[in-house]
């Protein structure tokens, strides 16, 4: 399941929520996989839609709440 958020309040400002199940060993795996990600990404990166729309800069990559 998969469920997107704006705030009138703070335009610009987008949440997606993602519930998923995994298999064995697979939550791990993920946790693993964002904690890289965000390591490598932390310097900001770029990124296009797949509709060929406008590009996003992203300046910073900084991880919420401590994964465990």
Same mark, same amino acid.
């Given at each position: 399941?998969? !469920? =997107?958020?704006?705030? @009138?309040?703070a @335009? =610009?400002?987008?949440? +997606? &929520?993602? #519930?998923? /199940?995994?298999?064995? =060993?697979?939550?791990? !795996?993920?946790? /693993?996989?964002?904690? +890289?990600?965000?390591?490598?990404?932390?310097?900001?990166?770029?990124? /296009?839609?797949?509709?060929?729309?406008?590009? &996003?800069?992203y300046?910073?990559?900084? @991880?919420?709440?401590? #994964?465990?």
């Amino acid at each position: 399941m998969s !469920r =997107g958020f704006t705030s @009138p309040a703070a @335009p =610009g400002l987008v949440v +997606t &929520v993602n #519930l998923a /199940s995994y298999g064995d =060993g697979g939550a791990q !795996r993920t946790v /693993s996989d964002l904690r +890289t990600a965000i390591d490598a990404c932390a310097g900001g990166f770029g990124t /296009s839609d797949n509709n060929g729309g406008g590009a &996003v800069t992203y300046t910073s990559v900084e @991880p919420g709440t401590e #994964l465990a």
